[in-house]
């Protein structure tokens, strides 16, 4: 994660008192992208999770699987990396699917806090209004010019994810830290993907 | 800034997908003759009015859609998957029908 | 500041009362480098009348004198440069420009001063400066020298401000918003919608350009709604909108831009003088409905003389009384076709300003209204059926001459202030940048929204709307209508606001009084001195479209888009037709509605951040060990590691000329890497390359080739085949995006029957080439394999464990050389990417290992002559161009293949891939130079190619190059001339084939 331990930007204003957000970055033991129609269906027995099926959703438990497509998922976890992938991509395959080891593709960061939504409407065009992107939700958008997977693991007040391609993380992190001085940050400590947050 | 209905994705900003031309031409049999092919590679209509054409939900889905877009008016009458699309999908949405909220 | 300060005069025209000034906040400004004082609440013009200064500028071509006229953003006249240095802006207007201590600003476009200023030499031979003047003038002589020639001193002569020379040290920044709806302009009409909005359960966003809500009404004691004074209603409805969980109050924010499908572009100055501050805010509202309430904007009537400083619109005098404390003047004439000026003249005569008439153009009998009524009470002079012909005065207008229109009977009224009124004009700008069209309203005088084309609505004086009770019914109906059209519905809906409704007799249209005699210019459009003269021209002349009129005499093309003047322009132009107006239409109604910083547009995204920058995972490293970064695409990548002492040239020999003795190691993680999945991928790889991949085993890699639907080279790049049906395909890096898209569209587009799966793993791998002739002895000490050429053999892919201090990192092994010697690549997972790279370099430091950047990795291969996509491959290649002609498989379809066979791309002089040697190593073969064969012919020289790639070879000792030449594998052995005209160098280049380093390929192999 040296990508994303970047120190606050020069010339961040911090304001006294609580911070309006928190930020940190995210540990991804595995991340593992399924793809086919005949996933689903093998998933519970594969991977012991359900592949959720609505668009821009989520199924949380120990396999967090994040719908990125019609028929493409993501599964992820935080502290336990998942085994036995060349097994399992055979088996997707004679399925007519596939199973592709992105584990190290991707880092994450994690917003919470007051303002959090606000940090994140600076670069990303999707509405994080409680209402329409609720706990559960997920979407992939862009912050700034760089692609970005959004997902809001729950919690009081959400906390969302943002995962965006590691050779970006620098970048996003400093646009996320630039976005979040006008409000006072602070800087949480790295933690493992966290799953749904259920306060 | 268009807003364009992703089938999948519902309404999303245009920042999320890049553009793929006309999406009514089609590749010839591989037997075609050199004036098919060439046809098909270098002549393209340019209607004023409705017209199908292909993008791609580059920073969201990774779905190509077919985008019914007005070229007069950038008004989008709807969009459906480009190909038959995986198992259930393909549907055609109406724009003008579902919330313009840019998240699903 | 140390500059020593005039003593600061006392504010001889502010009001002892009144006002939405705080006077507890005394503030002190400078202009033009004499101090003022003025207070919190103030704009900078309000401030300058204040203290009586009127004269603020020069006119932008004849120099003439100019004051403040208005007192919002439709100002014309009063743009000054605000602030100096790094954060200096041109061209603000004064009256939009919120006070604050220690501000500066300077009034622009005059020489020496303000009071005395040379171009007014301009002004005075004004007849000789026609509309077109320079379109005609300065061409001659007929050549583009005769042009540029006089542009420069027309350019400093018709300037406005100067931009900042350093860098802005404020910060801008951008956000995303959505709502149910949009309400642009917190005026009467404004909160009316948004409180129904509200109401209804809509989330709302209220934007106003001003710092506090009320537009028109702010300030004006006289009016009530609901039963309380208008500022105690404008201050609750302010609190009770701020305090609601769903509306967002957006204060000091322009609506500057309607875009496509209801996006609106909003741009808020965040006020504060602290240089690191946010300076503005521009937001991208996605609103699913809008209304529109912005007002209306009071438009001149030209009459000679009619720019004198001392002019102001009739309403922003108004303003100046009753919201900044302000006289604007001692003496007053009013000059008005309708029934508002009425109201104006009496809110001057409450505050002490003489006025000396009421000249209004209609007879007394269409004097019905209530203000006239009130007018005729109060006993100020009425001259009705009277018009003002002239304006006198040098730099503030010292009187008027008024001739009544029935018995011609003039007479000369000395005043220092002429209030003007022609009517009002809906400020329809974004309803039209919409798309909506407008209708031109007889009674108004004025066009007003017709038909919306979006999800939009006006509502109050930009509807065309008359009067306080009407504005607020009307905005509260757009507000409930907006909420409904989205199901959102009240369960009591709150009754609309009420005011007391005011009778208004007819405007009588009035666009110019026809001058007497060759006085002063009737101005049309104050900004870019259009007069009523330069329009008649324009007609004369055949430029009857309203476009061309625009064109052709500027009118409404300054900064503020002519939003005083072009109604009376298009009014004139009709007249002079003698069409209706609303025939003549308008000119189209484009973004901002005013100007927009560049500042906010960038956002934050300026500096290293202009666009996103990519780093690879041993971008530390590499920056730790003193790497030189060169971009790729959006990549950071090391250009070489220079040495104390070593240039980055240097640098690169050395490196270049290490791998070949020893062994070096370079960063390859930006190739694209795209993983294919399915029981069908060999098929779409034979579709998709010009060679075959269905003979490719497990474990082996291959090089492939493909074309554009064209027949031209696209790309190129490794296949691998992991497992039976599991491959991994390499891009070029600029080719990445490109490629994965295209595989997309194949398999989702044009092949769905084919059972193939595709994801992007670019930035899964960190990838690693090591190359050299001790390459594999540096790999046998860290993996766990035997990397014999018996085991892995040139062209395998194998999956091996690399062990490192910090554990045992996976890597995928390919047995694959760009650089000709005998290499390979480690591709592990990128979080683990620095561990091996340490790992190699440990391992290899006995053996002489180095890393090496991009400068000598090209070296390497143009000594190898391996291509690169976007130089060799430039897009108008095709694979026999480049010698890969035997690529191309004869049995089998693919993509590009059927155009390959036509006659352009078969032809017997296409430009062949070829290597050139320099016959000197002294001399540099030039960036770019094209090959003749004789240097010395006159132009134009025949080109029979072009130098694709060049470089100094460390190994040769010698300037090599790859080239394209005209039929080139025909002319190996001759000699050709590399010329560069631009550089005006030269050099003699041997013609052989493309490759200097080992050209049967042993080394590799070995």
Redesign the interface.
Known sequence: ???ATNPRPA?A?GIPGAPGVTLGPVGIASAW?V???GAAALAPALFGTRLPTE??TLSSGPVTALW?????WLLVTGAAPLHSF?AR??T??DA???????????VAFVLHGPRAQ?VL?????????PR??GPG?C????Y?????LYANVGGAPAAIVVMV????????W??LC??AS?FGYDVGPARPWPGMLVR | MLLIPCPWCGPRNQIEFSYGGDATVRRPPLDAPMEAWTDYVYLRDNPRGPHDELWLHAAGCRRWVVVRRDTRTHEIAGSAAAGPGPAGAGRVIDASGGPPAEAA | MTVPRKPAPAQPFRLPHGGAIDRSQPLRFRFDGCDHDGFAGDTLASALLANGVHLVGRSFKYHRPRGIVAAGAEEPNALVQLDTGARTEPNVRATTIELYDGLVAASQNRWPSLRLDAGALASAVSRLLPAGFYYKTFMWPASPRGWRFYEHWIRRAAGLGVGASASDPGRYAHRHAHCDVLVVGAGPAGLAAARAAAASGARVIVCDEEREPGGRLRGVAGASVDGTSAPAWLAAVGRELAAHPQVTMLARTTAFGYYDHNLVGLVERCPGAASEHLRERVWHVRARRVVLATGAHERPIAYAGNDLPGTLLAGAARAYVERFAVRPGRRAVVFTNNDTAHAAALVLHAAGVEIAAIVDVRPDTALVGHWPGQARAARLPILAGSVVEQARGRLHVRGVDVASRDSGARCAITCDLVCVSGGWNPAVHLHSQARGTLRYDDALATFVPAAAAQAVASAGAANGCDGLAAALAEGHAAGLAAAAALDLVAVTPPPAPAATVATTGPLEACWSIPARSRGAPSFVDWQNDVTTADVALAVREGYTSVEHLKRYTTLGMGTDQGKTANVVGLALLAQLLNRPVQSIGTTTFRPPYTPVTLGAVAGHEAGPFLEPTRRSALHDWHAAHGARFVTAGLWLRPHSYPRPGETPDDAANREARNVRTNAGIVDVSTLGKIELQGRDVATLLDRVYVNRFDNLAVGRCRYGLMLRDDGIVQDDGTVSRIAPTHYLVTTTTVNAVRVMQQLEYLIQVEWPELDVYATSVTEQWCAAALSGPKSRAILARIVDIDVASAAVPFLAITRCTVNTPAGAVPARLLRVSYSGELAFELHVPADQGPAMWEAVLAAGEDLGIMAYGTEAMSTLRIEKGHIVVGAEADGRTTADDLGMGKLVNAGKWCIGKPLLSREALVAPDRWQLVGLTADEPAVPIPRGAKLVADPDRAAPNPMLGHVTSWCWSPNLDAWIALALLDNGRARHGTTLWAVSPLADARVRVRVGPPAFVDPDGERLRG
């Open positions: 994660m040296a990508d010339g204003v992208n793809q086919g129609a668009a821009n990125l497509g019609p028929a493409s060349e991509r055979d997707l395959n007519g699917g596939a199973l592709f080891d992105v584990s190290a593709s991707r606000e409407a600076a670069g990303c065009p999707l509405d994080f209004d329409v992107f939700c979407a992939q958008s862009v700034d010019r760089v692609n970005a391609a590691r050779s970006f993380g620098r970048d996003v400093h646009g630039t976005a006008e």
